[in-house]
């Protein structure tokens, strides 16, 4: 059976991990919500009424259900029960949370004894979707919450906290507020279109459009770091055949992660693994091998390296210090010349310096004249030996120093979920669309049809405009009992 969106019955779930542990909690949410625990909660053997609750107060007592085999009352567990009274819970209704002991039979029975006495199992995100419907807070911030759960860094649980607290919102907001009283007045024009008067200023229309584009495009741009942080700041190793790029990630992960072999052309697909440091993610990405080569998977790996070092943030180009200069310049030359100087770092690691330390020096000096040469900004050379792990700490206070570069404050408004970036990006058309308009002089019905579009993309990242297929679809990604 489908259960409504906007269901108003009482909903039950386990909201600690799936499993046994010390202690198991399960919430629970909706108008029956006091009724149905307390039948089921007594405090040293006595029944506890419902009219005896007050809220945000935690009561110690015992779960009570019927054996089924001798139909006699029976003590399930020792509990903790914490009540909340609407509408200050996190769901907005009247809900409680049961602490037991972590016992998997604990917890299945005690959702038993719930759902006979009239709950039934939470759908997953239900919880967070009742208090979107409950307007405790908007869509970006119910969103901000499975970020929250999901944060694996500092960073990730800076931004998403920011989120949650409605930066993101307010920004959002602000931008429709100002749209939407110029789209009022353009249809009021319509209203009196036979009287041929103009309520909207087309000078002040212009120049708001061209800050809130400036708004929207600043927002877009962030969505490349912000989605970086939230999901690992991806690294490509990047190199010819046999410089070493595997043998460096298994020297950063301290793991034999990749194989690694003298054979040319070993890693043929890309490997990513993911390390913290400094509480941000860095997603490293093994690369094949970059050669001239016939065989069809090891060209296909290789074609992949290309995607990769387009989609990574930080670029390490490995070259092999033990090549003549003439091959050692060709290497570097094809690394930099694959790098977008505006998104991406690139560190050149001159690698097995431990087989020619004497050569060392000058080919360094080499490769900063080719760095001169090809005017990149954000660009780090040093040496290393990722086999003998000689370079491997001042590679990591590299990266270290590039992440804080990356670093954003606990204020900071990010872009870090892609249905909000594309919402972005199709309000940023509309508007252009308004632009365009206005400067050929379009009529007001069609130039306020591309605003109100412009008002929809924006109200769709925080909820203000959704609809019911949307809203499941997103709440179907959280865990069941948040």
Known sequence: MRTSF?????????????????????????????????????????AFPEEQIEGYRAYYGQIVGTDKASDSEVTLDEAVVTFFKAPHSFTGEDAAEISVHGSVFIQQRLLELLVEGGARLALPGEFTRRAFVNRKFDLAQAEAVADLI??????????????????????????????????????????????DVEFADRSKLKALLEETQTHVTKLMDSFRLGNAIKNGIPVAIVGETNT?????????????????SDIAGTTRDTIEEVMNLNGTLFRFIDT????????????????????????ADIVLGLVDATQSQA?????????????DDVHQVVVLLLN???????????????????????????TYIQTLSAKTGNGLDQLRQTLAEIQQSMNVSQDTVMVTNVRHFEALKHAHES????????DEGIP????????????YYLGSITGEITTDEVLGSIFSRFCIGK
């Open 150 to 195: 999901a944060s694996q860094s500092e960073a990730a649980h800076r931004l998403a906290m920011n989120q949650l607290k409605g930066g993101f919102s307010k920004e959002l907001q602000m931008m429709r507020s100002k749209l939407l009283e110029i789209t009022s007045l353009m249809e009021l024009e319509l209203d009196f279109s036979e009287e």
């Open 6 to 46: 906007f269901s108003d019955d009482t909903i039950c779930a386990v909201a600690t991990p799936h499993g046994m542990g010390a202690i198991a909690t399960v919430r629970v949410s909706g108008p029956q919500a006091h009724g149905i625990v307390c039948s089921l909660f007594k405090r040293k053997g006595v």
């Open 431 to 438: 508007l252009n669309a308004v632009q365009k308009g206005l």
């Open 288 to 311: 094949a091998g970059i050669r001239d080569t016939a065989e069809t998977i090891e060209r296909i790996g290789i074609e992949r390296t290309f995607r990769k070092i387009n989609e």
């Open 352 to 378: 097995k310096t431990d087989l020619c330390p004497s050569e060392s020096a000058e080919k360094i000096d080499l490769l900063k004249s080719l760095v001169t040469e090809s005017s990149l900004n954000h």
């Open 244 to 260: 070493g790029k595997s043998t460096l990630l298994n020297a950063l992960l301290g793991e034999d992660r990749a194989i690694v």
């Open 327 to 339: 091959d050692l310049i060709k290497a570097a030359r094809f690394i930099l010349g694959k790098i």
């Open 444 to 455: 007001t019905d069609l130039v306020a049809q591309d605003l109100r579009e412009a008002l």
